[in-house]
């Protein structure tokens, strides 16, 4: 028998309840606030994209939580009613060519930031997946680990990973061989064979695949 001590998983109402301690303070207050969260950091091809979600203050929707946990059926699920119940909501996207540019984190910020800008609602208090010091005029507040930890950068999360991910499906009809439509872009076994076999397509990060590539990447 096993000394390890078993987790317990919460009833639903009980989980969400906890996810939104970070938020329950501002909505007692009759104040707005947005949780912010990026997909799309790692991959060897394709954008970073950021969300921005208003939720209404006690807009509790089952099932929400870090969008690396759900199941992609349960994504475009949550993505439908996350969307339809937000106050607002926006995507920022960097493509693959800016983030060879400036790296990967000055375009992660730069995806924070216009999701912020293309939120098209007043919002002065934004919760961010650990990401600091963006340039937005709004109090910001980075939680490590935020996706799993509060309920509204778990639900900007799924918005993010799920606008991404159906961009991806859209690039594998375009760029086929690499697996985009399984990977999205993420560097799996498929993808990099994919890579040394046929070379970069276009958008391919090239500061991201030179371990992979036969050719010099920057001719």
Same mark, same amino acid.
């Given at each position: 028998?096993?000394? =390890?001590?078993?987790?317990?998983? *919460?009833?639903?109402?009980?989980?969400?309840?906890?996810? &939104?301690?970070?938020?329950?303070p501002?909505?007692?207050?009759g104040? #707005?606030v947005?949780?912010?969260?990026?997909?799309?950091?790692?991959?060897?091809?394709?954008?970073?994209?950021? #969300?921005?979600?208003?939720?209404?203050?006690?807009? *509790?929707?089952?099932?929400v939580?870090?969008?690396?946990?759900?199941?992609?059926?349960?994504?475009?699920? *949550?993505?439908?009613?996350?969307?339809?119940?937000?106050? #607002?909501?926006?995507?920022?996207?960097? /493509?693959?060519?800016?983030?060879?540019?400036?790296?990967?984190?000055?375009? &992660?910020?730069?995806?924070?930031?216009?999701?912020?800008e293309?939120?098209? #609602?007043?919002?002065? &208090?934004?919760?961010v997946?650990?990401?600091?010091?963006?340039?937005?005029?709004?109090?910001?507040?980075?939680?490590?680990?935020?996706?799993?930890?509060?309920? /509204?950068?778990?639900?900007?999360?799924?918005?993010?990973?799920?606008?991404?991910?159906?961009?991806?499906?859209?690039?594998?009809? =375009?760029?086929?061989?690499? $697996?985009?439509?399984?990977?999205?872009?993420? $560097? &799996?076994?498929?993808?990099?064979?994919?890579?040394?076999? *046929?070379?970069?397509?276009?958008?391919?990060?090239? /500061?991201?695949?030179?371990?992979?590539?036969?050719?010099?990447?920057?001719?």
């Amino acid at each position: 028998m096993s000394d =390890k001590p078993q987790k317990i998983k *919460l009833p639903e109402q009980e989980r969400l309840f906890q996810m &939104t301690a970070f938020e329950r303070p501002f909505w007692e207050n009759g104040i #707005a606030v947005a949780g912010m969260d990026e997909v799309g950091r790692g991959p060897l091809a394709g954008p970073v994209v950021a #969300a921005c979600v208003m939720l209404p203050p006690n807009c *509790l929707i089952e099932g929400v939580n870090d969008s690396k946990k759900l199941s992609k059926k349960k994504l475009e699920q *949550l993505y439908s009613e996350i969307t339809e119940k937000a106050i #607002a909501y926006s995507c920022g996207w960097v /493509s693959e060519k800016v983030i060879d540019e400036i790296n990967i984190l000055q375009a &992660t910020k730069r995806a924070f930031k216009l999701a912020f800008e293309n939120l098209g #609602a007043a919002c002065g &208090t934004v919760f961010v997946d650990a990401v600091r010091d963006l340039e937005i005029d709004a109090q910001q507040y980075p939680i490590v680990h935020g996706d799993a930890l509060c309920y /509204s950068i778990a639900a900007a999360s799924i918005v993010a990973k799920v606008e991404r991910d159906r961009f991806m499906v859209k690039m594998a009809e =375009k760029y086929p061989g690499y $697996g985009f439509e399984k990977n999205v872009g993420y $560097g &799996t076994k498929q993808h990099t064979d994919a890579l040394r076999e *046929l070379g970069p397509c276009e958008i391919h990060r090239r /500061s991201f695949i030179k371990n992979f590539c036969l050719e010099n990447p920057e001719d």
